[in-house]
């Protein structure tokens, strides 16, 4: 493997680390507007619930997505061991 095939894979496992936490993070994101649009409604200034319930939710998220995730690495794993047994 030379500098260039190395940068190359850097920047393609940068790219798979954003797009495999993207479902977890628009999840996240969503819930935090809607218990911060209730407790804007509602006056309820408690911080344990806009955790709670974002916790929650990257727990669910990470359990329905966790197939595509592993099948995902796995072929970006694959494709790296591909490349170092053609050393």
């Known amino acids: 493997m030379d500098a260039a095939s190395i940068v190359f ?9 954003f797009y495999l936490s993207m479902p977890m993070l628009l999840m996240a994101t969503a819930v935090g507007l809607i218990i911060a649009l ?3 409604a509602t006056q309820l200034q408690e911080q344990v619930l806009g ?3 974002k916790l929650t939710a990257m727990l669910i998220t990470m359990a ?24």
Do not use: G
């Open 51 to 53: 955790f709670v319930a």
């Open 38 to 40: 209730f407790q804007a």
């Open 64 to 87: 329905i997505m966790a197939d595509w995730i592993s099948s995902e690495m796995m072929k970006f794993m694959q494709s790296i061991f591909d490349q170092v047994l053609l050393l």
């Open 9 to 17: 894979n850097a920047k393609i496992a940068i790219a798979l680390i």
